[in-house]
């Protein structure tokens, strides 16, 4: 291909491997470049480069070369956006994470030399260390599970007005032992520590700091005469970043941390470094492959063998395409610096894209610019920064709510905006964690820390999503749309949804509640914006009188208040949303209807009344609670892309059930099984006229996959049940009309369930008791025997550990007190959970599961049919039979609530939610099983 390239010199290292590795060379490569390059090849890049890339803001420098010749170059912008110094090959830019390819090889090469080894331990260099089983090849690959300094370090930990070193985060692991994220070698998760342990190790090896070692062995014999670590002697000549908007970044005090960060380069340089590289003249052809191929727990294999197609080896990232093309790469963002580095190994490419004002652009032309050279990009996804996005699983919701859930697919253009986006390449179980306010606003934050991304840009993206949804759902032209928006982050969101439909020609008058303050920095964004665009349609609400009739059939849009409303709204606010809520009209809400709490009650609050709700990424605790149902109308969860990592590093105490979490709870059937293995249940149910709620356990029991059931009922019972149910087995007790007795034999049981039908006579609830104090698996309890309990409260104290409960709310009342609205009775019940040591299933709309860890989950299967005599007798049967299985009693519970909804669903699909009768929920109950294995 040289033939097609004007003339460029590129003298080789003259130097061998050896002299470099142990003294300066003194004829080193020099890098001359000559011309103006043109061709083919050449034009191809420039044309992409001009318009993708430089037309979008960008403030950097660029070099592309293929072997030994560089076909693009071009240094666009200033040094400093405040002055009139342009950029020029001698501005050196923070490479950031890009620099711990340079740590890699360092280390490599030391072993190489046989100064170390990768399975050399940290204890080795650091006599001591708190944290055993973490070794250099863990550091390099990240496996070692150390927590990311940049986060566990704080106001508690170290005082923000003195710069950290990195003997200082040695210093805070041995005295704070700050959590690591998992076990050594167990997975991969991005930490900036293990690098900043591998410069240390470098320095104790060598006997020199790192910045003068990483001088004298590769930047002075390569010549890499602008390159350089940062040290207190640099300040004077280390440029400045800055952010999207042309901002300062200032320092903090993580700049003086190495080996993770704070290289400064040229592209000039890093071509050299790369040359070096990949010729083999730093380290051997052997320990460059280790440090290019995949590196998993340890140890290397195939990357035809897993996915997803990007993997880190030791110091670098790596991409294989599905036809085995491989791309070896590393880019970084440290404030506003960003750093693209790549090698495409089938054609020699070398690709490096360095700028000093923050834009993601710089990723996406990096990534995109592949495809110049070879077919990389039909169903790959991309890793930038210090981020690794986990493989994602398939999610369907069961039911009520929905998420948008974008497919993976290679990134595709946007064409209501000036810039691409990544797939949504997420693990889809996360959005079923239940956060609270706080934890929402920090999972934004960390977001904009760590993808990188900025707020404004971050509140486009959910624009955007919010946006592509009213379409679908509102697709006529004519639609008269009405957004009232507040002053915080919220409203800066309904002000860009605005100015969007407005881009689509849609009718569109915005309303601003006007507090009398100024509003958020994104607001006030959004607000310059959409005033750019339609002036006109803008209003002010000053005091009721500003209140605009809303017309008929109009489209509300809520954004008034978000996630982050701390106490009731009152006075004007309180009387906008009354305001809405008369209108009659459609109202849409983003994110949380205005006036609703996400995580205490709103009970007796001014709330906006949706009819659609746009929930942010995630959902909210109180869109499962029946108190709010008025509130919420239809509920839609929209993807906008978080990361999923920040819920790895947070306590979370509540959950909504979903197929992946059945799934992993479900046991399949050994083929060669018998009924032995399935357990024996034993239902004490039934009293004179209420024989059907032990017909219909003991039904619900056997289609459970029980293997055997006994039930011990009153006499009156056995001719109804042994002509009702003729699977069962049948046990009388002394009475003919009630239980009165304890039955003997109850220590032979798997399983044993209590309460359907019993009546609350004395005698039967001493038998509850003697039955009790006898039998120590855990049971289940329902209906009377809840009732039997809550007249005699001392009969809790014989619980066995780990039974389950299931009271609807009034039987929760009568053994717990009454309580003020559905968040007290949810807080009690975990608290009492924990306390007694047992499961409390609550049931309702959204039935929780209160767990004696603390744990909670929602279900979210179930419809208003099953509100209906039996269907708790139904779930009883269900629960006792899975328990018998051998299933864990928190698993039995979470399965039989979750099978009990499902059949429901599916009994009402086929009667209506009006016909369906309990039996109905029995009948349907193997179409949910079939469910859970075909999904």
Same mark, same amino acid.
């Given at each position: 291909m040289k033939n097609i390239f004007i003339a460029a010199g590129i003298m080789i290292l003259a130097c061998s491997c050896n002299d470099l590795l142990s003294k300066k060379a003194n004829n080193s490569a020099r890098f001359v470049i000559t011309g103006h390059y043109t061709g083919p090849v050449h034009d191809k890049v420039s044309d992409f480069m001009d318009n993708d890339l430089l037309t979008k803001g960008f403030n950097g420098s660029i070099l592309i070369a293929q072997n030994d010749t560089v076909i693009y170059e071009k240094?666009?912008?200033?040094?400093?956006?405040?002055?009139?110094?342009?950029?020029?090959?001698?501005?050196?830019?923070?490479?950031?994470?890009?620099?711990?390819?340079?740590?890699a090889v360092a280390v490599l090469q030391l072993i190489q030399e046989g100064k170390l080894t990768l399975e050399d331990s940290l204890q080795k260099f650091f006599p001591g260390f708190p944290y055993a089983g973490i070794t250099v090849r863990m550091l390099l690959s990240h496996h070692s599970g150390l927590p990311n300094y940049l986060y566990f370090i704080d106001d508690s930990t170290w005082d923000k007005t003195s710069n950290l070193t990195n003997q200082d985060v040695l210093n805070i692991l041995y005295a704070k032992h700050p959590v690591p994220d998992f076990s050594p070698g167990a997975r991969f998760l991005y930490s900036n520590t293990n690098f900043v342990l591998l410069a240390l190790i470098i320095e104790k090896i060598s006997g020199k700091k790192f910045p003068a070692y990483m001088k004298e062995r590769f930047f002075d014999p390569l010549q890499m005469t602008d390159t350089y670590v940062f040290t207190p002697a640099d300040s004077a000549k280390a440029i400045y970043s800055f952010n999207y908007n042309n901002r300062l970044w200032q320092n903090d005090i993580f700049d003086w941390t190495y080996g993770d960060k704070n290289i400064y380069s040229t592209p000039r340089d890093l071509f050299k470094w790369s040359h070096a590289l990949f010729s083999g003249q730093l380290i051997n052809h052997s320990l460059m492959d280790s440090a290019f191929s995949p590196q998993i727990s340890g140890s290397q294999k195939s990357p035809k063998t897993f996915s997803p197609k990007h993997y880190y080896g030791l110091g670098f990232r790596l991409m294989y395409t599905p036809d085995g093309k491989k791309v070896i790469y590393h880019f970084g963002r440290w404030h506003g610096f960003n750093a693209a580095f790549a090698r495409l190994e089938d054609e020699k490419v070398t690709i490096i894209i360095l700028g000093n004002r923050f834009s993601k652009m710089i990723y996406y032309a990096a990534w995109k610019s592949y495809n110049l050279f070879g077919d990389y990009f039909k169903e790959q996804e991309h890793e930038e920064d210090d981020t690794e996005r986990q493989p994602g699983r398939k999610q369907k919701l069961p039911g009520k709510i929905e998420i948008n859930q974008p497919k993976r697919s290679i990134v595709t253009e946007n064409k209501n905006a000036d810039h691409l986006l990544f797939p949504d390449s997420f693990s889809t179980l996360w959005p079923m964690k239940l956060l609270s306010a706080k934890q929402t606003r920090d999972w934004d934050q960390y977001t904009i820390l760590h993808e990188p991304i900025t707020s404004i840009e971050l509140m486009e993206r959910a624009a955007t999503k919010c946006v592509e949804w009213i379409k679908q759902h509102f #697709?006529?032209? /004519?639609? *008269?749309?009405?957004?009232?928006?507040?002053?915080?982050?919220?409203?800066?969101?309904?002000?860009?949804?605005?100015?969007?439909?407005?881009?689509?020609?849609?009718?569109?008058?915005?309303?601003?509640?006007?507090?009398?303050?100024?509003?958020?920095?994104?607001?006030q964004a959004n607000l310059s914006r959409l005033q750019a665009s339609s002036k006109k349609e803008i209003h002010f609400i000053q005091n009721k009188t500003f209140f605009p009739a809303i017309p008929e059939n109009s489209i509300v849009i809520d954004a008034l208040f978000g996630s982050g409303l701390s106490? #009731?709204?009152? /006075?004007? *606010?309180?009387?906008?949303?009354?305001?809405i809520n008369q209108s009659g009209c459609k109202v849409i809400s983003i994110d949380i209807p205005s006036g609703l709490f996400i995580d205490t009650s709103s009970l007796g609050n001014p709330v906006i009344k949706a009819t659609h709700t746009l929930s942010i990424q995630t959902f909210k605790l109180s869109f499962l609670v029946a108190e709010n149902s008025s509130y919420t109308g239809n509920i839609q969860i929209i993807n906008i892309g978080l990361m999923p990592e920040f819920l790895s590093d947070i306590s979370?105490?509540?959950?909504?059930?979903?197929?992946?979490?059945?799934?992993s709870i479900y046991k399949p059937r050994n083929p060669y099984a018998h009924k032995g293995k399935f357990g024996h249940a034993l239902l004490v149910a039934g009293s004179y006229g209420k024989m059907g709620a032990a017909v219909l356990a003991a039904k619900a029991c056997l289609r459970s996959g029980v293997g055997l059931l006994t039930c011990h009922i009153p006499q009156c019972g056995y001719t109804v049940l042994q002509t009702a149910q003729p699977e069962a087995m049948v046990v009388v007790d002394s009475n003919s009309a009630f239980i009165t007795n304890a039955y003997p034999g109850a220590s032979d049981y798997n399983a044993i369930g209590i309460g359907p039908g019993i009546g609350t006579a004395a005698e039967t609830r001493s038998a509850i008791r003697q039955l009790l104090k006898q039998y120590k698996r855990p049971v289940v309890i329902d209906a009377d025997g809840l009732n039997c309990i809550s007249m005699e409260k001392e009969i809790l104290t014989c619980l066995p550990p780990c039974s389950i409960l299931t009271p609807h709310p009034k039987e929760f009342e009568r053994l717990f007190g009454e309580c003020r609205n559905e968040y007290e009775r949810i807080e009690k019940a975990v608290d009492n959970a924990r306390s007694l040591n047992c499961i409390i299933v609550l049931k309702g709309h959204h039935t929780f599961i209160a767990t004696p860890s603390g744990k909670g989950y929602f279900n979210n299967t179930g419809n208003a049919g099953m509100a209906t005599g039996g269907s708790g007798d139904v779930l009883t049967g269900i629960i006792t039979g899975l328990l018998a299985q051998n299933y864990e009693p928190v698993n039995a519970a979470v399965l039989g609530v979750y099978l009990h909804g499902t059949a429901g669903d599916f009994a009402a699909k086929k009667l209506s939610e009006e016909a369906m009768i309990a039996s109905d929920i029995i009948e349907y109950i193997g179409d949910a099983f079939t469910r859970i294995f075909t999904q």
């Open positions: 240094y666009h912008g200033k040094i400093n956006l405040n002055k009139n110094d342009s950029i020029n090959e001698h501005t050196a830019f923070q490479i950031a994470s890009a620099g711990k390819t340079l740590t #697709p006529f032209p /004519g639609n *008269n749309f009405i957004v009232f928006c507040g002053k915080g982050n919220n409203g800066g969101d309904g002000l860009a949804i605005a100015r969007m439909l407005i881009q689509q020609k849609r009718t569109v008058t915005v309303y601003i509640l006007e507090p009398g303050h100024k509003g958020s920095d994104d607001f106490r #009731p709204l009152e /006075g004007i *606010n309180a009387e906008l949303v009354e305001h979370i105490q509540n959950e909504l059930v979903d197929e992946e979490i059945i799934r």
